[in-house]
């Protein structure tokens, strides 16, 4: 049977990660309050970050806005947000240059 978490982010009890997903701090906080679906969905959402932000995950900053990103996603207690002038890919098609794929518009 799988480790039951009352989870954070979803606001219900549900099976919660089999180990702390970072070490430290954060990482045991995560194991004890979030659950595998809720952090699923943080991997989508950390997918979808670097990509529109193009982030270097060798950059010791891009790092940092990804920490400070998991932690309002997990414990700020907003709804999910998308990166400012972020576009669904297939609401870009069509829209022209540059709208193509979710990332940001090519000034002209």
């Not at 954070?8 to 595998?36: D, N, T």
């Not at 991997?43 to 920490?67: M, S, V």
């Given at each position: ?33 979030v659950s595998e679906q809720a952090w699923r969905m ?30 309002e996603f997990f414990f700020g207690g907003q709804e ?29």
């Amino acid at each position: 049977m799988p480790r039951m978490v009352n989870c954070v982010k979803l606001g219900r009890q549900l099976p919660g990660l089999e180990k702390p997903p970072m070490p430290g701090e954060l990482g045991q906080r995560i194991y004890e309050q979030v659950s595998e679906q809720a952090w699923r969905m943080w991997e989508t959402q950390r997918t979808l970050l670097i990509n529109h932000y193009g982030l270097n995950l060798a950059d010791p900053e891009a790092r940092k806005f990804l920490r400070e990103q998991m932690e309002e996603f997990f414990f700020g207690g907003q709804e999910e947000q998308k990166p400012e002038g972020w576009v669904p890919e297939d609401a870009g098609v069509g829209v022209g240059p540059g709208r193509k794929g979710g990332g940001p518009a090519r000034k002209k």
